[in-house]
């Protein structure tokens, strides 16, 4: 005979045809929401990975993994740091920079960050070089005054490339009319975009011995660093501060931006859990589908006890039934799942293009696609937590098969 039997009997139960129709049709609700529930849950992480992913290299396109600073506002010896910088093993680029407030004037006006840069290095440490729509770094030569903004930057300034701009310092000199602030008139020799507003409307590149010029310091105000693991940037910079000392401050991207990531985490979290609620509803149905079929089976439950049957082989038979109807399920939701969250981007694109319809403007919105970032580690995660709860929805109706009397079930048969 099969062995176990309860393993036997109940892929039996699963692929019988049934009298009760009815339980035929809870059966198929339940594979169906239960699919449904994993699918979603597999999507919506997937997007919120998505989101997370492109905020981060967006974000650390132009802030450094890890920045090395002074106490004063010139880092002393720039020179010694950055060698010491580069002697890290996980460093990938070092590069010398000046970020001062400013404010900006064209035809229209505003207030800025104004960074100044070496182009030959900044690419080892941002990606400005990548998301250039006119003109290049390579223009910020020494003393040519030369000014990269940020898309929407230029934008309120009015200022295309060839357009001169007056630069604002806050600092002041004496002149006949009193106390009078540092300004210099740049030529605009490009424009970048990163898709981020906080950079795109609020900073300005210039080379980064202009920048010392118009501010009248001694030499740059820090140091910014790329990493060959941005999530190692902690223990990098604790490294860097012993090796430094005092007189130098390490801060990573993570001190930084922390309340926005934290945010992202958060909100991750909070979206798993209001989907495994969905997927409970779902395990919720496969309970009660359950407990009408042991119910419809009480003659065949009360036979198999007279034959002798032990009630831990009934409870097993019912677990059986329950887990087939829940694995098909979670099968079913986690290949449709894999699926939707692999091609989204292309079907969103296909229904905007369509039905004429934008999801995410970009006059709103820093992402303008909807973005999926599929982590299997995810996928194992979500199908372990359905079978366990599916698990967990067989016991109530299995024990309740267990306990069935034979005289009491057969009593009118």
């Known amino acids: 005979m099969f062995r176990p039997l309860s393993l036997f009997i109940g892929l039996r139960y699963s692929r019988a045809k049934r009298r009760n129709h009815f339980i035929s049709f809870i059966s198929g609700v339940c594979i169906v929401s239960l ?15 998505g989101f997370d992913y492109q905020l981060r290299s967006r974000i ?3 802030v450094a993994h890890a920045t090395i600073s002074g106490v004063g506002e010139s880092i002393q010896d720039w020179q010694h740091a950055l060698k010491v910088a580069k002697s890290d093993p996980h460093v990938l680029g070092a590069a010398p920079y000046v970020a001062e407030q400013a404010f900006l004037r064209g035809a229209g006006s505003s207030g800025a960050m104004l960074r100044g840069i070496e182009p030959a290095m900044e690419p080892q440490v941002s990606d400005f070089n990548k998301h250039m729509v006119a003109g290049s770094l390579d223009s910020l030569k020494p003393g040519s005054w030369n000014i990269v903004l940020g898309n929407e930057l230029a934008m309120l300034l009015g ?5 001169k701009v007056i630069v604002y310092a806050p600092r002041f000199r004496a002149g006949p009319m009193g106390a009078m602030p540092m300004l210099r008139a740049f030529r605009v020799s490009g424009i970048f975009s990163l898709g981020m507003q906080q950079y795109d409307s609020g900073l300005a590149l210039v080379n980064m011995q202009d920048a010392e010029h118009l501010y009248g310091l001694q030499g740059p105000t820090g140091i910014r660093l790329r990493l060959d693991d941005m999530y190692a940037a902690n223990r990098v910079a604790s490294h860097l501060n012993r090796q430094l000392g005092n007189v130098y401050r390490v801060e990573t991207w993570i001190q930084t931006n922390s309340n926005l990531f934290k945010a992202l985490s958060m909100e991750k979290k909070v979206m798993f859990l209001i989907l495994v609620l969905i997927v409970l509803v779902a395990v919720i149905n496969l309970v009660s589908m359950l407990v009408m079929l042991v119910t419809d089976k009480q003659a065949d439950i009360a036979i198999l006890r007279t034959l002798g049957l032990p009630p831990s082989t009934v409870r097993g038979v019912f677990m059986v039934q329950g887990l087939f109807v829940g694995v098909v399920g979670i099968m079913v939701g986690a290949v449709g799942g894999v699926m939707l969250a692999t091609n989204l981007p292309a079907l ?12 995410l403007s970009p006059q709103v919105y820093y992402i303008s696609e909807l973005p999926s970032r599929l982590h299997w580690s995810d996928v194992g995660w979500i199908c372990a937590t359905a079978f366990v709860l599916s698990l967990l929805a067989t016991i109530y109706p299995a024990r309740r098969a267990a306990r069935t009397h ?8």
């Open 35 to 49: 699919a449904l529930s994993v699918a979603a849950l597999i999507t919506v992480m997937s997007v919120m990975n």
């Open 60 to 62: 650390l396109g132009a």
């Open 159 to 163: 200022a295309q490339p060839g357009d």
């Open 348 to 359: 969103a694109e296909w229904i905007e293009r369509t039905f004429h319809v934008q999801f």
């Open 406 to 413: 034979p005289a009491q079930a057969l009593r009118y048969e």
